[in-house]
């Protein structure tokens, strides 16, 4: 990663291939800026729905494109790319979440210069829905969007791959295919797999002792409920880096099974602790240091006007909220509501919220 | 788990031993209530600040409780029941997270009469702060509280527990002690060390990679920050089910890696697919059936006035909130806020939203 480049922004045409979720996404917030967006795909009814939604109008005969995007699953991605560059003189781009491996067969299969002209992207936006209905102008606002250049990417290709980002509201962050995939392997990949275990020893489990499911089981698997046709392709995709991330997390594992049955203390304590260091070495809201939050509780009724009444008394009393809980709540009409601050500013906001009348607790 | 029997509030006295989070929590509730509560903590410390905050008041001279709260650090547990019951004519109940280990401990040491007034209980409420400082008359509210006879309780020391949780504003659930740990073992305990073992493999991660931390490794990882000291005891004294677990979602590991290595996608999906299965199986708010719930993302500028201007739209609009993220954004002064509602409602929302001037996408 390094310091963003000068951009100019695309000028267009552009054509999207694979008018899905992404792709449309993509036309919508291009179409916003005045630029000029092609879409193609295998299904012509998605063309239609998404020129339909204004994201762009059918490729025409003889198309030139500036730009093209790919925007197709995980398995036909590195053919789309190597196509773009064979029947256009364009840049090329993608915006799948693996860089390594369809670089390696794209490079496989094309010449010295279009490969030049390819550079890969990934931005971290998406939704748990899929096709061009689900699709926003605003997906990629104020989302991460990873630029992987490769050695003999052009400036200019990384430059409208940048130009490309911006316009669609993204930031620019710029890494290696490689570092790309290591990086989201060990942040979003496995991550994936983990919640999607441990949801899997939920599956079969009786429904008495799922009442006792508290806020904490939740956040651990809620990522797990993601397309399985979509998660086998990008795992598959980056096969290497997550597999090795998952054996590292299955020595863990086995240690603490081992510490577990041998009242090894000592050893618990510390595969624990590790994991508080890594909570504490995520990134802050936006990209600054990481912030030490805590919970501060509060009753609510559990009706999204009372949660608005709280939220007006928390900007009057002017502290600023990371994130945001409902609880949820077995067989009451009121809500618990965990207010995540800095730590700094828990008690300030707890004896403030307690002389507006809410009842609170840290 | 059975059908609540019918309840008689406690009369009190009662004494709570240990004056922590949860012993002031209880002595704030009960107090609160009407209910004479006496506080006793080896930090002497402890019992000043309790009743400096109205949690209850000194044991005095020649004190016959009716009911005992034991309120002490796992390791503790038993001995501390068993004392309990040998020195008072009281029933006794504690709130540990654990409940089998403790009750053959305290079984090995006491009397049949003795063992007879003894019924576990477990409140699933907490903080991730300690000490009788963070103790909050409300913390229980709402909150379900597993009561867990034994094959010799009195009905009458059950009614003294269930009433106990009642007071404090909790939902008592019925379970046998082993079918309580099982349940705590798979819904919290073994989330708890998933989450530590995926967050201990970010501790040593490039802090470049983790600039591409969204929000569901932020999920997964969240409980992860709790305290080591704590989580080791509470592992330990439930040591064979987590253990179990443990090694189903080992095994699961193993397949998941093997699949990956040898590229079998069909034993792939259906790893991932058991996952999605267990996110449905959780129950849903209230205790309900589970609901499929979806993200719909709003475009929100970053500061707490705002949020509840939405809240107070979606409050009007009708639409019940399941839950709601505050998305984490590098570098921007807008956030981008995810309501979580059921699936059915997410359409009208958006729309009914974008009508009240707000940007979003599903």
Not at 5 to 10: I, L, R, Y
Not at 25 to 30: D, Q, R, T
Not at 170 to 176: E, G, M, N
Not at 301 to 309: K, N, Y
């Given at each position: 990663m390094s310091a963003p480049?000068?951009?100019?922004?695309?000028a267009g045409p552009v054509l999207v291939v694979g008018a899905g979720l992404l792709g449309t996404?993509?036309?919508?917030?291009?179409s916003g800026r005045g630029v000029e967006v092609w879409l193609r795909d295998l299904q012509y009814e998605h063309v239609r729905t998404a020129t339909g939604l204004g994201a762009g109008s059918p490729v025409p005969e003889g198309a030139r494109p500036a730009l093209v995007v790919v925007a197709v699953p995980p398995d036909h991605l590195a053919d789309a790319v190597a196509d773009a560059l064979e029947t256009t003189d364009a840049v090329v781009t993608d915006v799948g979440s693996v860089k390594a491996a369809p670089l390696a067969a794209v490079r496989a299969r094309v010449s010295a210069e279009e490969l030049s002209r390819y550079v890969g992207s990934h931005p971290l936006a998406g939704s748990e829905r899929s096709g061009p209905l689900a699709a926003s102008a605003r997906l990629f606002e104020g989302r991460p969007w990873a630029v992987t250049s490769h050695e003999t990417s052009t400036p200019e290709a990384q430059r409208a791959v940048v130009g490309l980002a911006e316009l669609c509201g993204?930031?620019?962050?710029?890494?290696?295919p490689q570092e790309h995939d290591d990086a989201v392997a060990r942040t979003s990949h496995v991550p994936h797999v983990v919640a999607s275990l441990m949801a899997g020893a939920l599956a079969d489990a009786?429904?008495?002792h799922l009442s006792l499911s508290g806020q904490g089981v939740r956040d651990v698997t809620r990522v797990a409920a993601g397309d399985p046709g979509l998660w086998q392709q990008i795992l598959s995709a980056n096969a290497a880096p997550v597999v090795?991330?998952?054996r590292e997390v299955g020595d863990q594992l086995d240690r603490l099974v081992a510490a577990l049955e041998d009242a090894e203390r000592p050893a618990l304590a510390a595969i624990l602790g590790r994991g508080v260091d890594g909570t504490a070495a995520i990134p802050g809201k936006h990209g600054g240091p990481p912030v030490e939050e805590t919970g501060v509780f509060v009753v609510v009724?559990?009706?999204?006007?009372?949660?608005?009444?709280l939220l007006a008394d928390v900007g009057a009393i002017g502290v600023n909220l990371e994130d945001l809980h409902i609880d949820h709540d077995?067989?009451?009409p009121t809500g618990l509501v965990e207010l995540r601050v800095a730590v700094a500013e828990a008690d300030h906001l707890l004896s403030a919220l307690a002389d507006r009348g809410w009842a609170g607790h840290g």
């Open positions: 480049a000068p951009t100019t922004p695309s996404s993509v036309g919508l917030a291009l993204a930031t620019p962050f710029f890494f290696t009786p429904a008495t090795g991330l998952l009724p559990d009706h999204p006007g009372e949660l608005a009444r077995p067989g009451r």
